[in-house]
């Protein structure tokens, strides 16, 4: 039994995530080496520790870049800190605007601020870039290898924590709307208000797509070991929570080899844990990914894989 449903065309954005050391890394590029030879395909990467150029032996930045050797298919890593640079360079104006007119901050105040490092921003910044890409229009999948589960947690509730920053800034705008209301009788909208709702309706964008079960999907990523399956556990309720579909779980790292007494007492020990999985997560489409021999990197090892994961 293999990955399903995948190539589905209106499936735009595949998730794959989990514990750290499972293997969404090799997964998600397996996965895209698939899609590929039937759609254009964009592989993402949020994890600050990279890995996808590991992966396919080449050197990877935050644009994509076509993978040697395979058609349709670019990556990129995702740098937070460019993302954030970015944004404040396009948005400093409108930002600017709205705290010289809703705050007391003088522009000494303000260059502090925008100085600071924002908590939460990097999760918020790295979907930003995803979305432009998505918005862009210029490929029809798009696989994200996201990082170990705390920090993909974050990442996929990024835009709350925008939603929330947005918040407070309309709540100061409006105040300083009555204010010129009540002292001039009318207020005429400026760029601050269109920056608001810009990013109102960006946020919305994100929420609808993430929710969207015929768009979105995410893939977990396990081991058959007790604490990589109680992880995968806290994981999928946390996304269940944000209303994100979960339909497929990938076994990774399965021994399929009894030709010593290692291999079998180890294999007795993993299928305790795969039958536990099965029991656990009943709901799912469950995928076994066999132990390699060597560490999965290049196109010959990666296509090996995505046999395996798609049968």
Same mark, same amino acid.
């Given at each position: 039994?293999?990955?399903?449903?995948?190539?589905?065309?209106?499936?735009?954005?595949?998730?794959?995530?989990?514990? *750290?050391?499972?293997?969404?890394?090799?997964?998600?590029?397996?996965?895209?080496?698939?899609?590929?030879?039937?759609?254009?395909?964009?592989?993402?990467?949020?994890?600050?520790?990279?890995?996808?150029?590991? &992966?396919? *032996?080449?050197?990877?930045?935050?644009?994509?870049?076509?993978?040697?050797?395979?058609?349709?298919?670019?990556?990129?890593?995702?740098?937070?800190?460019?993302?954030?640079?970015?944004?404040?360079?396009?948005?400093?104006?409108?930002?600017?605007?709205?705290?010289?007119?809703?705050?007391?901050?003088?522009?000494?105040?303000?260059? &502090?601020?925008?100085?600071?490092?924002?908590?939460?921003?990097?999760?918020?910044?790295?979907?930003?870039?995803?979305?432009?890409?998505?918005?862009?229009?210029?490929?029809?999948?798009?696989?994200?290898?996201?990082?170990?589960?705390?920090?993909?947690?974050?990442?996929? &509730?990024?835009?709350?924590?925008?939603?929330?920053?947005?918040?407070?800034?309309?709540?100061?705008?409006?105040?300083?709307?009555?204010?010129?209301?009540?002292?001039?009788?009318?207020?005429?909208?400026?760029?601050?208000?269109?920056?608001?709702? &810009?990013?109102?309706?960006?946020?919305?964008?994100?929420?609808?797509?993430?929710?969207?079960?015929?768009?979105?999907?995410?893939?977990?990523?396990?081991?058959?070991?007790?604490?990589?399956?109680?992880?995968?556990?806290?994981?999928?309720?946390?996304?269940?929570?944000?209303?994100?579909?979960?339909?497929?779980?990938?076994?990774?790292?399965?021994?399929?080899?009894?030709?010593?007494?290692?291999?079998?007492?180890?294999?007795?020990?993993?299928?305790?844990?795969?039958?536990?999985?099965?029991?656990?997560?009943?709901?799912?489409?469950?995928?076994?990914?066999?132990?390699?021999?060597?560490?999965?990197?290049?196109?010959?090892?990666?296509?090996?894989?995505?046999?395996?994961?798609?049968?």
């Amino acid at each position: 039994m293999g990955l399903k449903g995948l190539k589905d065309p209106r499936l735009k954005l595949i998730f794959f995530g989990g514990k *750290g050391g499972v293997g969404k890394t090799t997964c998600a590029c397996a996965t895209a080496v698939h899609l590929a030879r039937d759609f254009k395909t964009l592989l993402f990467s949020t994890d600050p520790a990279h890995s996808l150029g590991d &992966s396919f *032996g080449q050197k990877l930045g935050d644009q994509p870049k076509e993978i040697k050797g395979v058609k349709n298919l670019a990556a990129l890593e995702v740098s937070a800190e460019n993302a954030l640079s970015k944004f404040k360079t396009e948005h400093e104006a409108e930002v600017r605007k709205i705290l010289e007119t809703s705050t007391n901050l003088d522009s000494e105040d303000i260059d &502090s601020m925008f100085a600071l490092p924002i908590p939460g921003i990097d999760e918020v910044m790295g979907f930003k870039t995803m979305v432009e890409f998505i918005d862009e229009a210029r490929f029809d999948k798009y696989v994200v290898d996201t990082a170990p589960t705390g920090h993909a947690m974050r990442l996929l &509730s990024s835009p709350r924590l925008l939603d929330d920053w947005v918040k407070v800034m309309a709540k100061m705008r409006w105040k300083y709307r009555y204010v010129v209301e009540t002292f001039a009788g009318k207020y005429e909208p400026d760029r601050g208000d269109d920056f608001l709702l &810009s990013m109102k309706k960006t946020i919305k964008k994100i929420e609808g797509l993430l929710r969207d079960r015929h768009t979105c999907e995410f893939i977990a990523i396990t081991i058959p070991e007790d604490m990589a399956i109680l992880e995968t556990a806290r994981l999928i309720g946390n996304l269940n929570e944000y209303g994100i579909k979960v339909g497929q779980l990938v076994i990774n790292n399965v021994l399929q080899s009894d030709g010593c007494r290692f291999c079998r007492e180890k294999m007795k020990e993993q299928d305790k844990y795969i039958n536990h999985i099965r029991k656990k997560f009943n709901g799912l489409r469950t995928v076994i990914a066999g132990l390699r021999p060597h560490e999965i990197k290049g196109l010959k090892a990666l296509t090996d894989l995505n046999r395996q994961l798609f049968n």
